[in-house]
């Protein structure tokens, strides 16, 4: 692990301790994105960019601009609790002693006797390497080669679904501004017929 890892992991350490403690929504919600831009550059150094495409895509994109959009029809502030949550602060605690209990048997970061690595015909890894000019991320030159097709098609997903929620905010303030301008031709048209009503009885 180089000095860059180190930084990385440190100041994603940092960014979520700092989301669990702060309590102005907005910020929180911009420390999200800040930890999501953060694990995609994370995911570049482990040289997935295609990993890291979709969490800067997903996470630092969409879901931080979704979650402005609900700040924006809710308050910024977080509501101060009265008491102290004991239960779930002992099941958080637990589960993370579980989850680093679990993490000790687990190989060492590029091990080629991993169970991971063995499945994999070893003539596949080599060819796939060849393929790709030398790719060091097996992952990148199968999602990128051999299914690329595959790839294209849930990228393309994801394009229809973020149309469709933009299409779908458009249409609600196009609706609203049919209102708006619905009601205020009702309200031309009404006292356009109250003049006409004091005219006639003049």
């Known amino acids: ?5 180190i930084a990385i992991l440190a ?4 960014t979520a301790v700092t989301i669990a403690r702060i309590r102005d929504l907005w910020a929180a919600v911009m420390f999200t994105g800040i930890f999501s831009f953060l694990s995609a550059s994370w995911m570049v150094v482990l040289d997935a960019p295609d990993v890291s495409f979709t969490e800067a895509a997903v996470g630092a994109g969409i879901s931080t601009v979704l979650m402005l959009s609900t700040l924006a029809l809710t308050g910024k502030g977080e509501k101060p609790t009265k008491r102290v949550a004991i239960v779930p602060l002992i099941t958080v605690t637990i589960t993370g ?3 680093i209990y679990g993490t000790l048997d687990m190989p060492y970061l590029g091990d080629p006797n991993d169970p991971i690595h063995l499945h994999p015909n070893p003539g596949f890894v080599e060819r796939s390497q060849i393929d790709m000019h030398g790719l060091p991320n097996v992952v990148t030159a199968v ?3 051999y299914r690329g097709y595959d790839t294209l098609g ?3 997903v994801v394009l229809t679904a973020g149309m469709a929620v933009l299409l779908i905010l458009r249409r609600d303030e196009w609706g609203s501004s049919q209102n708006r301008g619905g009601d205020s031709r009702k309200g031309s048209l009404g006292d356009a017929r109250a003049s006409g009503k004091r005219g006639a009885k003049r």
Request: aromatic share 6%; with cysteine; proline share 0%.
């Open 154 to 156: 849930e990228t393309t």
């Open 1 to 5: 692990m180089n000095f860059i890892d």
């Open 143 to 145: 999602l990128a080669s």
């Open 11 to 14: 100041l994603l350490a940092v």
């Open 97 to 99: 002693c579980a989850l």
